[in-house]
């Protein structure tokens, strides 16, 4: 559902999402569990961000009789922006195996807090797919403004960024820059510190899932 704060931004306001989260921003919850939660949340907020998706109509033959199918009309491309982003499309791409991957290498300058980027690998028929551009913390937004011109430049039209926690500054400036380009969250928080951390967030997403 859409939050009405921002247009064009969708958290995904469930029980288990919400449960979810509060394991995930604890400071108790070990690496393992931090993992498994990252998974089970993608799998929750991918339901609502594959919504729109196309399917074609196919027969299926069961072991009893024909009927009617559907399959994705178009091939996925799922985009996590390194490191923290593996997570997210790892888990998606449990939901959609037939999905390539790409991969976005992005790290942030601790002096300046602006992104850089370093890495950039597609499928070569990435413009035909629906691209899922992922990454848990959207805290400036500028990786992910940054990551989507970069798939842009490849002719990507049917991109959407999934999310787990964003901050409203965050998705202002990624919505300002890409108003064509949805985001889907678990929650949405108020502020960032001078760190460019998100408050209250959830800590540094990328040591917490791989332990560092
Ligand atoms: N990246 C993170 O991992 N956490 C934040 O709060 C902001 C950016």
């Not at 064009?8 to 070990?30: E, M, N, Q, Y």
């Not at 985001?183 to 959830?202: F, K, M, S, W």
Request: with cysteine; charged share 25%; glycine share 6%.
């Amino acid at each position: 559902m859409a939050d009405s704060r921002i247009a064009g931004c969708f958290v995904v306001d469930h029980p288990l999402v919400r449960s979810k989260i509060a394991v995930l921003r604890s400071r108790d919850t070990s690496c393992e569990q931090f993992r498994r939660t990252l998974h089970e949340l993608t799998t929750l907020i991918a339901f609502e961000a594959t919504r729109d998706l196309l399917t074609k109509n196919i027969e299926v033959e069961t072991p009893l009789a024909r009927c009617a199918g559907h399959r994705l009309a178009h091939p996925v491309t799922i985009v996590p922006i390194l490191r923290a982003g593996l997570g997210m499309a790892e888990a998606l791409w449990d939901v959609i195996p037939e999905a390539r991957v790409g991969h976005v290498g992005m790290y942030r300058d601790e002096k300046t807090l602006r992104p850089k980027s370093y890495y950039f690998k597609t499928p070569p028929d990435l413009a035909e797919t629906d691209v899922f551009l992922v990454d848990p913390m959207l805290a400036t937004g500028h990786s992910a403004s940054d990551a989507a011109t970069e798939l842009k430049s490849s002719r990507v039209t049917s991109l959407r960024l999934m999310a787990m926690v964003g901050c409203v500054e965050g998705v202002t400036r990624f919505r300002k820059n890409h108003p064509d380009v949805p985001v889907y969250l678990a929650v949405l928080d108020e502020h960032l510190n001078d760190q460019a951390y998100i408050l209250p967030g959830l800590g540094d997403a990328g040591d917490r899932y791989f332990g560092t």
